[in-house]
Every structure is written in structure tokens, then in C-alpha cells.
């Protein structure tokens, strides 16, 4: 498993031009699912991801998590991540998990993080998403299990 975490301001996802998912403020995921990954991983991942303290404190200090700041998670499936540009100009995919597999991941990791009394909200999975989203800092974390 791998996540870009991005630390973010107004954040909105549509698809057709339709409006999906929004958040006010919070965590910006895209999480893409590699070949053998596991529901334990999903599990780590998820609490890794709701603690992860990247929000500054009285002091200044990355100090807070999500759950702290009462932020939300906009939780993005994205594949790509899994590319492989070793060979050639033309990204190799075959590291990243079959569809069907991936997207029982991806939705157990975004209902692993509600658990944890954190608002979650979605993309669609496959979907050709467009997101605009407002970075703060910019605070941008890369996490791999």
C-alpha cells in the first residue's frame, strides 16, 4: 500500500462534471493498493493515517492529527501511484492490485478510519476524477507498507 497525504484546505472531487465529495479542511489521500497487500496492512494504514501528526499546535509545531483538528479525509483511490518508470518514458503498472481486489482494500481502509470517529468521504473507484484542492504549507507525506 501507498499514500500521498497532503495536508489541505477546501477540497472537492467531481466526476461528469457532478460534484462527489468535499471537505473543509483536513487530509487529502490518494491511496493506491499493490499486488499482495492485505486487510492487516488496511488496518495499520488506517490508524497510521488518522494519528499522523501534521497539523501545527499552539506553537507552530506539526503537532496534531486529524483527529485532533476535528479535520476530514477526502480518501482517493489512485493507481498510478503504483507506476513503475524504471524502463522507458511509458509507466509500468503491473505492481498495482486487480480492480476487484483493490477496491475491497480501498473501501475497508476508508471505513477502518471512521472507526476511528473521522469523517471519510470517497471517490469513485475507476473513475476518472477531477479534484481542485487547496494545499496547506504545503504539507505533502508519501507512506508505503
Same mark, same amino acid.
Given at each position: 500500500?501507498?499514500?500521498?497525504?497532503?495536508?489541505? $484546505?477546501?477540497?472537492?472531487?467531481? #466526476?461528469?462534471?457532478?460534484?462527489?465529495?468535499?471537505?473543509? &479542511? $483536513?487530509?487529502?489521500?490518494? &491511496?493506491?493498493? %499493490?499486488? $499482495?497487500?492485505?486487510?492487516?496492512?488496511?488496518?495499520?494504514?488506517?490508524?497510521?493515517?488518522?494519528?499522523?501528526?501534521?497539523?501545527?499546535?499552539?506553537? $507552530?509545531?506539526?503537532?496534531?492529527? #486529524?483527529?485532533? #483538528?476535528?479535520?476530514?479525509?477526502?480518501?482517493?483511490?489512485?493507481?498510478?501511484l503504483l507506476a513503475d518508470c524504471?524502463?522507458?518514458?511509458?509507466?509500468? &503498472?503491473?505492481?498495482?492490485?486487480?480492480? %476487484?481486489?483493490?477496491?475491497?482494500?480501498?473501501?475497508?481502509?476508508?471505513?477502518?478510519?471512521?472507526?476511528? !470517529?473521522?469523517?471519510?468521504?470517497? !471517490? #469513485? &473507484? !475507476?473513475?476518472?476524477?477531477?479534484?481542485?484542492?487547496?494545499?496547506? !504549507?504545503?504539507?505533502?507525506?508519501?507512506?508505503?507498507?
Open positions: 500500500m501507498k499514500a500521498v497525504i497532503q495536508r489541505t $484546505g477546501k477540497t472537492s472531487l467531481s #466526476v461528469d462534471g457532478k460534484l462527489i465529495s468535499e471537505i473543509p &479542511f $483536513g487530509l487529502t489521500v490518494y &491511496f493506491g493498493v %499493490e499486488v $499482495g497487500d492485505t486487510e492487516k496492512q488496511a488496518e495499520a494504514f488506517a490508524k497510521k493515517i488518522v494519528r499522523l501528526r501534521i497539523f501545527e499546535d499552539e506553537n $507552530g509545531k506539526m503537532n496534531k492529527s #486529524v483527529i485532533d #483538528v476535528k479535520g476530514e479525509i477526502l480518501f482517493v483511490s489512485q493507481f498510478t524504471s524502463h522507458g518514458n511509458r509507466p509500468d &503498472f503491473i505492481a498495482a492490485e486487480r480492480p %476487484e481486489k483493490a477496491e475491497l482494500l480501498y473501501e475497508r481502509t476508508a471505513e477502518l478510519m471512521r472507526g476511528y !470517529g473521522v469523517t471519510v468521504k470517497t !471517490g #469513485v &473507484f !475507476g473513475a476518472d476524477m477531477k479534484i481542485s484542492q487547496y494545499n496547506d !504549507g504545503p504539507v505533502t507525506i508519501v507512506y508505503e507498507i
